[in-house]
């Protein structure tokens, strides 16, 4: 096998124009798979921060049952009481692998600096909770803000996105008036005083959303209750299984809830990998075109030339299968140089960006994002072989149609 290779190497040096050529082609395909991989990697991550720290989603949310399809309809039904919340309260601290479990409540209705009125979309959540979301968020920084920090002793300071603060002429230390009904369909109104200034990662809300503390909502609800309780987990990788054990255990206690995963939650999140799943698939059939017809136009090259060479080898009693074996050596060696000059330049591209730290605004997003790109050795390795098969299986066509050739034709092609 030894001989084999020096035979093939020395065939790649023959003809080293062609041969770096198809090389640089598998190259350049094998750094674009692995930086978009790696790019969309970052973005799979970065979305899934989102919607877990960002959008206050956390792991799981325990909700009432029937609260997602009549909730809107019907929200005193469907509230969680106190006590509803103490025994799902009792029931997640239970579990080792969960950190974090707080009540939270959506609200919206008016909000108005006194001559302008609009409307609002307002997070009502226990002020204490929100440095456990904004520690999780470790690759898009859009939740920084301005101004201080919410507080459980002060139920009337309020975050306000930078849009809708802009809309109403707003800042850090300004008062204005929202007005909502309440959950019996009362009309209820409360001042409140703008504590932080908000970047908002969706551009459609950032004139819309609120931040505020969850007295602020009940009080404007005039509720004591939750519509949702949300956990948050040690581990990510760790939502399917205490998903089902806090399921059981809510089953068994006999409370009328239901859970949901942040996945379930989150359909942009299932959108946006669908989205990148399918442009990386044709991104990867054009390299699959690129490497193949390269290998295949090195290789029947190769073929036509060496064409005496093939008639003197089979002569002296070399099969078919050895030619077939030449050839694949010589297309392996191109795919595994070619996969290595690729993951040189994946590393100096990725050094590059990390160096540089570009940014970018991604479409509907309100603020600018670093870009990243999380190399995956694992990824990295299979898109290698993948791409050494291709190049062995694009030499066979060639290889065995030069192997096929009669022998006394071979030795007299000029």
């Given at each position: 096998?030894?001989t084999?290779?020096?035979?093939?190497?020395?065939n790649?040096?023959?003809?080293?124009?062609?041969s770096l050529i198809?090389?640089?082609?598998?190259a350049l395909?094998?750094?674009?798979?692995?930086l978009?991989?790696?790019?969309?990697?970052?973005?799979y991550?970065?979305?899934?921060e989102?919607?877990?720290?960002?959008r206050?989603l956390g792991h799981?949310?325990?909700?009432?049952?029937g609260?997602l399809e009549q909730?809107?309809l019907?929200p005193a039904?469907?509230?969680?009481?106190t006590e509803?919340?103490?025994?799902?309260?009792?029931?997640?601290?239970a579990n080792p692998q969960?950190?974090?479990?707080?009540?939270?409540?959506?609200i919206?209705?008016?909000?108005?600096?006194?001559?302008?009125?609009?409307?609002f979309?307002a997070h009502?959540?226990?002020?204490?909770?929100?440095?456990a979301?904004m520690?999780?968020?470790?690759?898009?920084?859009f939740?920084?803000?301005e101004g201080?920090k919410?507080?459980?002793?002060?139920?009337y300071?309020?975050?306000?996105?930078k849009?809708?603060a802009k809309?109403l002429?707003l800042?850090?230390?300004s008062?204005?008036v929202?007005?909502?009904t309440?959950?019996d369909?009362?009309?209820n109104?409360?001042?409140?005083?703008?504590f932080?200034?908000?970047?908002v990662?969706t551009e459609?809300?950032?004139?819309k959303?609120m931040?505020?503390?969850?007295?602020f909502?009940?009080?404007l609800?005039?509720?004591?209750?939750?519509?949702?309780?949300v956990v948050?987990?040690?581990?990510?990788e760790?939502?399917?299984?205490v998903?089902?054990?806090?399921?059981?255990?809510?089953q068994?206690l006999?409370?009328g809830?239901?859970i949901?995963?942040?996945k379930q939650?989150?359909?942009?999140?299932?959108?946006?990998?669908?989205?990148f799943?399918?442009i990386f698939l044709?991104?990867?059939v054009?390299?699959?075109?690129i490497v193949?017809?390269?290998?295949?136009?090195?290789m029947?090259?190769?073929v036509?030339?060496?064409?005496?060479?093939?008639?003197?080898?089979?002569?002296?009693?070399?099969?078919?299968?050895g030619?077939?074996?030449?050839?694949?050596i010589?297309?392996?060696?191109?795919?595994?140089f070619?996969?290595?000059?690729?993951?040189?330049?994946?590393?100096?591209?990725?050094?590059?960006?990390n160096?540089?730290q570009?940014t970018?605004?991604?479409?509907?997003?309100?603020?600018?994002?670093?870009?990243?790109?999380?190399?995956?050795?694992?990824?990295?390795?299979?898109s290698?072989i993948a791409l050494v098969?291709?190049c062995v299986?694009?030499s066979?066509l060639p290889?065995?149609r030069?192997s096929?050739?009669?022998?006394?034709?071979?030795?007299?092609h000029?």
């Open positions: 096998m030894r084999w290779f020096k035979i093939a190497l020395r790649l040096k023959k003809n080293r124009r062609r198809t090389l640089l082609a598998i395909g094998f750094a674009s798979v692995c978009f991989g790696g790019f969309t990697q970052y973005m991550d970065a979305n899934q989102a919607a877990i720290y960002g206050a799981l949310t325990v909700f009432k049952q609260f909730g809107q019907d039904r469907y509230l969680l009481t509803e919340i103490e025994s799902i309260r009792g029931i997640c601290t969960v950190v974090m479990v707080t009540p939270q409540l959506q919206s209705g008016l909000v108005s600096n006194g001559k302008i009125s609009t409307i979309i009502g959540l226990v002020p204490s909770s929100i440095d979301f520690n999780g968020m470790k690759l898009f920084k939740l920084e803000f201080r919410l507080e459980d002793d002060s139920p300071g309020v975050a306000v996105a849009g809708l809309l002429g800042k850090v230390g008062n204005a929202v007005l909502s309440t959950v369909g009362q009309t109104a409360l001042d409140m005083e703008v932080q200034l908000l970047n990662d459609f809300l950032n004139n959303v931040r505020v503390p969850l007295a909502a009940q009080q609800y005039d509720t004591r209750g939750a519509d949702r309780m948050l987990l040690d581990r990510t760790n939502t399917e299984p998903f089902k054990q806090l399921r059981t255990a809510m068994e006999g409370l809830v239901e949901k995963t942040w939650l989150s359909q942009w999140y299932q959108k946006v990998r669908d989205m799943d399918l044709f991104l990867f054009i390299v699959f075109v193949v017809m390269s290998v295949v136009n090195t029947s090259m190769a036509l030339e060496r064409t005496r060479e093939i008639g003197t080898l089979r002569a002296l009693g070399l099969k078919r299968r030619v077939l074996l030449m050839f694949g010589e297309s392996s060696f191109l795919g595994v070619g996969c290595g000059v690729g993951l040189l330049l994946t590393f100096m591209v990725r050094a590059w960006v160096f540089a570009p970018w605004t991604p479409p509907g997003i309100s603020a600018s994002v670093p870009l990243k790109i999380i190399l995956l050795p694992s990824y990295m390795v299979s290698g098969a291709l299986l694009a066979l290889a065995l030069g096929r050739q009669n022998i006394v034709d071979a030795l007299g000029v």
